[in-house]
């Protein structure tokens, strides 16, 4: 009995520029579905990235403009 792991990511982008990541872990008994879980993140636009794979800092380069940061900044503010 051969037991493997298949993770995959799937990526959400939000319109206030937060980005949503689910990763789901597959296992598979022989080649067949036993099992699976999920684990779901979120990245702000405040968020360091720098410790992130390649895709997401590019999708994060692209979607945390300056402009999205200030008005995340400024909904926090609000909040206090």
């Known amino acids: 009995m051969a037991l493997t792991?298949?993770?995959?990511?799937?990526?959400?982008i939000k319109?206030?520029?937060?980005?949503?990541?689910?990763?789901v872990t597959t296992i598979l008994k022989d080649g067949?579905?036993?099992s699976h879980s999920n684990?779901?993140?979120v990245i702000a636009p405040d968020a360091d990235v720098s410790m992130?794979?390649?895709e997401t800092k590019a999708i994060?380069?692209?979607v945390h403009t300056k402009a999205r940061k200030d008005?995340?900044?400024?909904?926090?503010d609000i909040n206090k």
């Open 52 to 54: 992130e794979d390649a």
């Open 32 to 34: 067949v579905y036993h």
């Open 39 to 41: 684990h779901r993140r």
């Open 15 to 23: 319109a206030d520029g937060h980005i949503e990541i689910q990763e």
């Open 71 to 76: 008005a995340y900044s400024a909904k926090l």
């Open 5 to 12: 792991e298949e993770v995959t990511y799937n990526k959400t």
């Open 60 to 62: 994060a380069e692209i």
